[in-house]
C-alpha cells in the first residue's frame, strides 16, 4: 500500500480529522484525515480505492483494538468522525453526472443497531451510480420499513446491522415484507453477515461491499 494511503488511514484510526487536530501525541503538526483524502484525489487515486484501501482500512484497525480491549468508546467515536469527514469529500467524485432514474432503495439500519458508517457509504455509491436511495436512518424498526415500503411500492430495500444481536431483527423484517407481496426484493449487508445467513432469513442476497451490490442492482434493469 502506498504510503499516502496508509498514513490516511492511520488518520481515520486516531480520530485525526486535520492538522489542527492536537491527537495523537504521534501525528501532532501532521496532515489528518480531510487534507491527506484531498491529496490522494490529487495524486490520482479512485475514491473507490481511497475508501477500501485507506478508510474502511483506519476503521477495522481500531475496531480490532477495541476487540482486544486496547480501545474504547471515544476511540470509535473519533474515529467514525474522521470516517465521516473524508466521506464527505469522497461523496461528490461518486456522482456520476446521473440522475436518480434507476428506482428506488430503501435503507436502513436495523432496530437496536446505532451503527451507520457503512449504511451511508452504500447510499452514497448507489446514489452517485443513479438510484434512489429513501434512508430511514438508525435503530429502524419493521413498522417503518413497511410503512416506507407502503408510500414507495416499487423500491427495493437494503438492510444494514453490525451486531450479532441485531442482525437477527432482519428476519422478522423479512417475513414481514415478503407477506405484503409486493415483489420487493430485499438485500442485507454489514460485517457479521454472510450470504448463508441471507439464505437462511430468506432475503434476496448478502453483499459485502457497495460496488457489488450496485452491479448486481444494475443487472436487474439491464
Ligand atoms: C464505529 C463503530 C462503532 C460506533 C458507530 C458509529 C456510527 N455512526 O456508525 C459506535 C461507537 C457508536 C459503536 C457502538 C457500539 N459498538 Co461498534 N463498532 C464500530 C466499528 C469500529 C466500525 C464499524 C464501521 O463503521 N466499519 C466501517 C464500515 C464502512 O464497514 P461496515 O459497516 O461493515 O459496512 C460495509 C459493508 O459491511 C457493507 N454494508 C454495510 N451495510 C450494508 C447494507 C447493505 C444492504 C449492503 C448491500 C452492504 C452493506 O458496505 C459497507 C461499505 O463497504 C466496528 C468494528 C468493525 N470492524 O466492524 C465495531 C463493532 C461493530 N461494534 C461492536 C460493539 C460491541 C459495539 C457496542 C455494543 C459497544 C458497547 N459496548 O456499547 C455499541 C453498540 C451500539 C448500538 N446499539 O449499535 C462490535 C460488534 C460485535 C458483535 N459481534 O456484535 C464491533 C465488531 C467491534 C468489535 N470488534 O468488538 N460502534
Redesign the pocket.
Known sequence: MSDLLFNLSECVEYGKINSDTQYPKHLIGKKGTVELTEEALNCGFSPEVILADAL?MG??R???K??QGKAF?PN??I??KA?NAASTILKPHFQKGSDYHKGKII?GTVK????????N??KMVLEGNGWQVIDLGVDTSKEKFIESLNENKESHI???A?????MLNMEDIVNSIKLLNYGTKI??????LSSDFANKIGADG?????HS?VNYLDSLIN
Request: hydrophobic share 50%; aromatic share 12%; no cysteine.
Open positions: 474502511i476503521m477495522k481500531i475496531g480490532e477495541f476487540a468508546i470509535l467515536l474515529a467514525s470516517m435503507m437496536g443497531d446505532l451503527h451507520d458508517i457503512g449504511k457509504i452504500v437494503g438492510l444494514s453490525l451486531l450479532t444481536t441485531t438485500f442485507v449487508g454489514g460485517a457479521p448478502y453483499f459485502p461491499d457497495p451490490f
